[in-house]
Structures are given as structure tokens and as C-alpha cells.
């Protein structure tokens, strides 16, 4: 079966080289099935080098250069909105805090039909709507910019990885006669104050 190694992102998708579709919907875009037959029966197995979510209008490109458009299939959700624009966004926030995922619109959201107890519970209006889901993406997945990103940590860190731990062992020696050493952890994308700690 054909295999769809590369893809491609909705602004460089090229129309002519497109020659069939998959209408996909917000799970099955996240996390594709093993093998996907595109609306007009042609048939392969997505084998991409790194896991990343598919976007609504992004390709999917076979071993043979040739393109499969993905599309955001409709689907069951709640549209929700609030008298007072403060509910909404902290709607939103609690959401987030709950990892469920959310489309934002001016002044409306779009969420899951599972998440309806959450709505209730702030106070908003929801009504149930079918349509295609295009959620917010999260914020720490880079799979969305087409590119490899590389942390840059300064000359003291140039030898290391993006996650790296290490451990500073030297001793400084100050005018007051005591020395010490220095453990630090570091993680990309994190930047932790004396008192801050964080549960993963």
C-alpha cells in the first residue's frame, strides 16, 4: 500500500498536485488512523517521520509526490456564549486548565459535547450544532511552524541538548572564606523562580 511520508502544510499545498481527499475529525486528525482511504478509494498507510496533528486543509504527500487533502469532518458540539464576556473567558481558562479542547470565535466558543457539565458550570448558554472543529492549538506544539526549532542557551550551554540536566560542581570562593556548589536542572521553555515548583 502507498505511504504518505511528508506533510504538508495548507498554505504550501499545491491544488494540481492534489488527487484525492480524507475527511477527518478532530480525533482522527490528532492521531490518524493506520491506514485511510481518500474519498475518491485510493488507499495508504500515514507514515510520517514525527507525529503532528493535521489541520483542516493541510496534504498528506505520498512516496510518489502526489497529495491527499485533509478536511475537517463535521461533528457533534456545543455552541456556547454569555451575556457577560468575563464568563466566557473564564470559561476558556477553565477549559485549558482541563485540557478539553476549544475553537474561539468573537465572543463564542466552540467545544465537545462532552464538556457540557463544565459550561453549565460557569454559566453560559450552549446549543448543540454540528460543523467542523478547528480548535486552538496548544501552545507547546511546535509541529504546527514547518520547521525545526533549536534552543540556544548561550556559550555555557553550547555542548548540550534541548533538555538537558546538569550539574555546575565548581566551587566559588568569596572574600567571607566559605565556597559552594551550584545544582540546576533545565528544561526548554521553562523558567523557574526560587520558589517555584512544578508537578508533571
Not at 132 to 154: L, M, N, V
Not at 162 to 170: F, I, L
Amino acid at each position: 500500500m502507498l505511504r504518505a511520508t511528508t506533510l504538508i502544510r495548507k498554505a504550501a499545498v499545491r491544488a494540481d498536485a492534489v488527487v484525492d481527499r480524507v475527511t477527518l475529525d478532530h480525533a482522527a486528525r490528532q492521531a490518524p488512523p493506520a491506514t485511510l482511504t481518500g474519498a475518491g478509494g485510493l488507499g495508504f498507510t500515514p507514515a510520517l517521520a514525527k507525529a503532528a496533528s493535521l489541520e483542516d486543509g493541510d496534504a498528506l504527500r505520498l512516496e510518489d509526490g502526489r497529495l491527499i487533502l485533509v478536511e475537517a469532518a463535521a461533528e457533534a458540539l456545543l455552541e456556547v456564549r454569555a451575556t457577560n464576556p468575563a464568563r466566557l473567558l473564564r470559561l476558556a481558562w477553565q477549559l485549558g486548565g482541563s485540557h478539553v479542547p476549544a475553537e474561539i470565535a468573537a465572543e463564542v466558543l466552540y467545544v465537545p459535547a462532552s464538556a457540557a457539565e463544565l459550561v453549565r458550570g460557569q454559566g453560559c448558554a450552549a446549543t448543540p450544532v454540528t460543523r467542523a472543529f478547528k480548535p486552538e492549538r496548544e501552545a507547546h506544539d511546535h509541529s504546527q511552524c514547518g520547521h525545526d526549532h533549536s534552543h540556544d542557551h548561550g556559550p555555557s550551554h553550547a555542548d548540550h541538548g534541548p533538555a538537558h540536566s546538569h550539574e555546575h560542581a565548581q566551587e566559588h570562593t568569596h572574600d567571607h572564606g566559605h565556597s559552594h556548589g551550584h545544582a540546576h536542572d533545565h528544561a526548554p521553555g521553562h523558567v523557574h523562580g526560587p520558589d517555584c515548583k512544578h508537578d508533571h
